[in-house]
């Protein structure tokens, strides 16, 4: 499967921008999806995951609250809503798909098929 992240760019803190990965090549509709972001200098960590339905989701302690990760089966696409972001948030941010489980990780090595990743710049 292949994944295509959009939707990134410079926002001032404050305010919102919404991340759209696309997937082609099988559906997603069993898969469970994750987000991550890697700032310059650092390791990719975790921000969000949702499983195959949707019921159930995971956020990092550092944007709960300010993010909502959700998906559209129907068009094989799972989004990440941020809001209220903060220049801590400025990161390439990848979405990733879990083809042998459809219960969210929190940990990256869980997911197989990852996409390019979108940058977002978050300025003070």
Not at 8 to 30: E, F, P, Y
Request: glycine share 10%.
């Amino acid at each position: 499967v292949q994944l295509q992240a959009s939707g990134g760019g410079l926002v001032q803190t404050g305010g919102s921008l919404r991340l759209s990965c696309a997937a082609s090549g099988r559906t997603l509709g069993r898969l469970a999806m994750g987000w991550f972001r890697q700032a310059p200098g650092k390791e990719r960590t975790f921000v969000s995951a949702i499983n195959w339905s949707g019921a159930t989701t995971y956020y990092a302690d550092s944007v709960k609250g300010r993010f909502a990760i959700s998906r559209d089966n129907a068009k094989n696409t799972v989004y990440l809503q941020m809001n209220n972001l903060k220049p801590e948030d400025t990161a390439v941010y990848y979405c990733a798909a879990d083809r042998q489980s459809d219960i969210p990780s929190r940990f990256r090595d869980m997911y197989d098929y990852w996409g390019q990743g979108t940058l977002v710049t978050v300025s003070s």
